[in-house]
């Protein structure tokens, strides 16, 4: 059964780094999937946020992708995500995923973390 | 502000069939398979249809997907108190070199 379990701080400091690790469990994150990274702001819907291969292609979403680093360490069956110069806009749920390719497969996410809040707040 | 536009609300009785547009562009929905998920609050989004019109194991023939051009739709019919949620689609989008997934369509059973 495959698992995906995100950690990381509840809480952040304007200006600050948020950082989240989610560890996947029961398939391996050298697969032919893109891992990657949901949010949920309150009140609103899903953004997108990026997804990393293991072979090390990346894509972000236009909006993020300057505050924004997605990795997988093939070593612990991790990836994670840096999003620097937070707000309080940045307060979400933060979900990780598995995303099949959308140019070879049927681009879907397959699998999902719980989700984790993270509040952006002094 | 997603590229795909889904209507914000649809409702229904308890047995009646309600349907979510999504309407895209040739970038995304024109090219590319669609998916959609439905969204409990707290818990992890579940993918309902993948391949525009697929549903993975375990979901029930109540959902059907379709495609035609920049438009996709999701159907339920058969509806249940189970079903209240939110849902979205979602697919690539090769101008922006991203996911992108609808605005959202919340589903109300009266």
């Known amino acids: 059964q495959v698992q995906l379990k995100e950690s990381g701080p509840g809480l952040v400091k304007p200006s600050e780094t948020l950082s989240l690790t989610c560890t996947v469990s029961g398939y391996s994150i050298r697969s032919d999937y893109f891992w990657g990274w949901v949010r949920q702001p309150p009140g609103t819907g899903l953004e997108w946020i990026g997804i990393m291969h293991h072979t090390g292609r990346t894509h972000y979403s236009v909006s993020l992708e300057s505050r924004v680093t997605v990795s997988v360490d093939t070593s612990t069956n991790q990836l994670s995500l840096k999003m620097n110069s937070v707000t309080a806009a940045d307060t979400a749920v933060y979900y990780c995923?598995?995303?099949?390719?959308?140019?070879?497969?049927?681009?879907?996410?397959?699998?999902w973390g719980q989700g984790i809040l993270v509040t952006v707040s002094s | 502000q997603s590229v795909l536009t889904q209507p914000p609300s649809v409702s229904a009785a308890p047995g009646q069939k309600v349907t979510i547009s999504c309407s895209g562009s040739?970038?995304?929905?024109?090219?590319?398979?669609v998916s959609w998920y439905q969204h409990l609050p707290e818990t992890a989004p579940k993918l309902l249809i993948y391949e525009n019109d697929k549903r993975p194991s375990g979901i029930p023939d109540r959902l059907s997907g379709s495609k035609s051009g920049t438009s996709a739709t999701l159907g339920i019919t058969g509806l249940q108190a189970g079903d209240e949620a939110d849902y979205y689609c979602?697919?690539?989008?090769?101008?922006?070199?991203?996911?992108?997934f609808g605005t959202g369509t919340k589903v109300t059973v009266l």
């Open positions: 040739s970038s995304n929905i024109g090219n590319y398979y």
């Open positions: 995923g598995g995303l099949t390719s959308c140019t070879r497969g049927t681009c879907a996410f397959d699998y």
């Open positions: 979602g697919t690539w989008d090769s101008s922006l070199s991203a996911f992108v």
